[in-house]
């Protein structure tokens, strides 16, 4: 019952900024890991960026234009996309390693529903 829902995509011209948001609810007892991904028309998913409690890492094409970051007490990632460029247009999907119960082994199987990200140039 892990829900992740995105928000914030739409149409920017070349040159904008877009931040994304990602929202974890249902049964989490710990997020390991929060990414995301993007997948462009005709092409493979991608990993954008990535954080845990202590490192981030971002796909090379992104370094020093986004920038992912947690809020822990709403089990939410954000991801503030500065100097968009046409080749960021995609749907960038949300993406969670977490345990549902104390119990549990860590799944990353849990994907938001994706949001489009149009750049138009």
């Known amino acids: 019952q892990v829900q992740l829902v995105e928000s914030g995509g739409g149409l920017v011209q070349a040159g904008g900024s877009l931040r994304l948001s990602c929202a974890a609810s249902?049964?989490?007892?710990?997020?390991?890991?929060m990414g995301w991904y993007r997948q462009a028309p005709g092409k493979q998913r991608e990993l954008v960026a990535a954080i845990t409690s202590s490192n981030t890492n971002y796909a090379d094409s992104v370094k020093g234009r986004f920038t992912i970051s947690r809020a822990n007490a709403k089990n939410t990632v954000y991801l503030q996309m500065n100097s968009l460029k046409p080749e960021d247009t995609a749907v960038y999907y949300c993406?969670?390693?977490?345990?549902?119960?104390?119990?549990?082994?860590?799944?990353?199987?849990?994907w938001g529903q994706g949001t489009q990200v149009t750049v138009s140039s």
């Open positions: 993406n969670a390693d977490l345990i549902t119960t104390i119990y549990g082994k860590s799944s990353d199987a849990y």
């Open positions: 249902g049964s989490i007892f710990s997020i390991n890991r």
